[in-house]
T-cell receptor, first 112, second 112 residues
């Protein structure tokens, strides 16, 4: 069945460092891919999405490219801020209607 | 601009008690979902409703029931709470398959 694997956290970075959070997936067909962010005490918010191969999703300085050949959707940001501290979830929506399959989440902590 | 509203935000129950978690969305979305979030396990789907009048089991449905009361509201019921159901519960809605899901802020449930 469909699955998502994320790099384990927590990830601790200094402000202005480069961020990569790895995400790989297993799915039949052509899933849509998403990154969600969860700030402390809140629900999940959509960060970015990509619906087909080679699409690049971007938002708030974050980017991720849908790589079908490597079944990956890695999240990147060139210069993180303290306010980026949160838990990040990679997810896919395959051929099972609208259901999302989530990775286990990666906690990011950015220090000043 | 409420989005997805969950009530209550916090609840403590004793083992064996029953409780209903409420969820309402004001975006005229067709599909609604209930997840539970546990440390290190990401989000797991409990039940979902692809459209008004339909409900289906997700990954972890045992011990729960749901009601899609109308297009706006989707409730989750614990008939006889168990300590293993201590978790954070999230409701989400979605316009249609392949689109992003929109999440509420969660209900933090502790069962003693």
């Amino acid at each position: 069945g469909n699955s998502v694997t994320q790099m384990e956290g927590p990830v601790t970075l200094s402000e202005e460092a480069f961020l990569t959070i790895n995400c790989t997936y297993t799915a039949t067909g052509y899933p849509s891919l998403f990154w969600y962010v969860q700030y402390p005490g809140e629900g999940l918010q959509l960060l970015l999405k990509a619906t087909k191969a080679d699409d690049k999703g971007s938002n708030k300085g974050f980017e991720a490219t849908y790589r079908k050949e490597t079944t990956s959707f890695h999240l990147e940001k060139g210069s993180v801020q303290v306010s980026d501290s949160a838990v990040y979830f990679c997810a896919l929506s395959g051929n099972q209607g609208g259901k999302l399959i989530f990775g286990q989440g990666t906690e990011l902590s950015v220090k000043p | 601009n409420a989005g997805v509203t969950q009530t209550p935000k916090f609840q403590v129950l004793k083992t064996g008690q029953s409780m209903t978690l409420q969820c309402a969305q004001d975006m005229n979305h067709n599909s609604m979902y209930w997840y539970r979030q546990d440390p290190g396990m990401g989000l797991r789907l409990i039940y979902y409703s692809a459209s008004e009048g339909t409900t289906d089991k997700g990954e972890v449905p045992n011990g729960y029931n749901v009601s899609r009361l109308n297009k706006r509201e989707f409730s989750l019921r614990l008939e006889s709470a168990a300590p293993s159901q201590t978790s954070v519960y999230f409701c989400a809605s979605q316009r249609q398959g392949g689109q992003p899901q929109h999440f509420g802020d969660g209900t933090r449930l502790s069962i003693l």
